[in-house]
């Protein structure tokens, strides 16, 4: 059990960084389809021998059905949401909106499975939750711009991300299957990029690139995907999620020094009860 906490510890790490690493990089000359390709070419690549070693009949017994939908779940589409709604939505809302949906999901999921029992308890903690996401996002209705398309989009990858976990489990998939799977089928997106989006990176930095493309390839889709799933078989899909209060106490802290944005006082209190209510249905369920 330890090696799951471990593993899914360096998972809301690398999580949280990557909500001020993308943020900071569509302000400063990438496009979230920039970020989207840098992703998906490195990780692709790398992991095409494992994928092939997989066997393409039925990809290690996944079988194809199921490889495609997990790769929609946490793969290039899933991706493309995440960044767009970063472009228009701050961190912090994201830091929350995104992590914060993923418990429900899972154990709404379960439930529905017959895998884990329905409890008074655990729905209050859920309500506490969803209580906190109403304040991190009801100032939106004030701002003006498209933040609130922004905190729609980055809702809807917490339910992907929330899927994703709840099928890794129930699918009984390997971190390296996983990784190698959603990696090389997200490679179909490369081909629309060049051709549609592609305008050059003649304003962007050589370092720049290639950090991004060593952090979203290396790290946020090979090193972290892996060890969520290494995390899932350890933990279960519940407990494993139920760790993400991490990333919106790490993500708002960081964006205050590095992006300047500030939470309101009523976000920072939507923020705590995210927490709080992520930190009980942990309790409850260990």
């Not at 070693?53 to 996944?62: A, E, F, N, T």
């Not at 205050?256 to 930190?279: D, H, I, R």
Request: charged share 5%.
């Amino acid at each position: 059990m330890l090696t799951g906490i471990v593993a899914v510890l360096c998972v809301m790490t690398v999580y949280a960084t990557n909500f001020i690493a993308a943020r900071y990089s569509v302000g400063h000359g990438l496009t979230s389809l920039d970020l989207a390709a840098l992703r998906f070419s490195v990780s692709g690549l790398v992991m095409l021998p494992t994928f092939v070693r997989l066997g393409m009949r039925d990809l290690g017994g996944l079988g194809w059905p199921r490889a495609v939908a997990l790769s929609c779940l946490a793969g290039s589409p899933y991706v493309l949401v995440f960044f767009l709604g970063l472009t228009l939505a701050p961190a912090s809302h994201g830091a929350v909106l995104n992590p914060g949906i993923v418990p429900s999901v899972v154990f709404v999921g379960l439930v529905v499975l017959g895998r884990q029992r329905f409890t008074a308890a655990r729905a209050l903690a859920l309500v506490v939750i969803v209580a906190g996401l109403v304040l991190v996002t009801g100032s939106s209705f004030s701002l003006r711009g498209p933040v609130l398309a922004g905190d729609a989009l980055l809702f809807l990858t917490g339910i992907s991300w929330g899927l994703f976990t709840l099928f890794a489990r129930v699918w009984d998939v390997r971190p390296l299957q996983a990784a190698a799977i959603v990696s090389v089928l997200s490679m179909i997106y490369l081909p629309v990029y060049l051709v549609f989006f592609y305008k050059g990176f003649a304003s962007v930095s050589a370092l720049h690139i290639l950090s991004q493309a060593a952090f979203q390839g290396l790290a946020m889709s090979l090193t972290a995907l892996y060890l969520l799933t290494f995390a899932i078989r350890r933990l279960g899909a519940q407990l494993a999620s139920l760790f993400s209060p991490l990333i919106p106490v790490m993500t708002t802290l960081l964006a205050v020094p590095l992006l300047g944005e500030v939470p309101t006082p009523s976000q920072w209190a939507g923020v705590a009860l995210v927490v709080v209510g992520m930190v009980t249905d942990w309790r409850l369920s260990s």
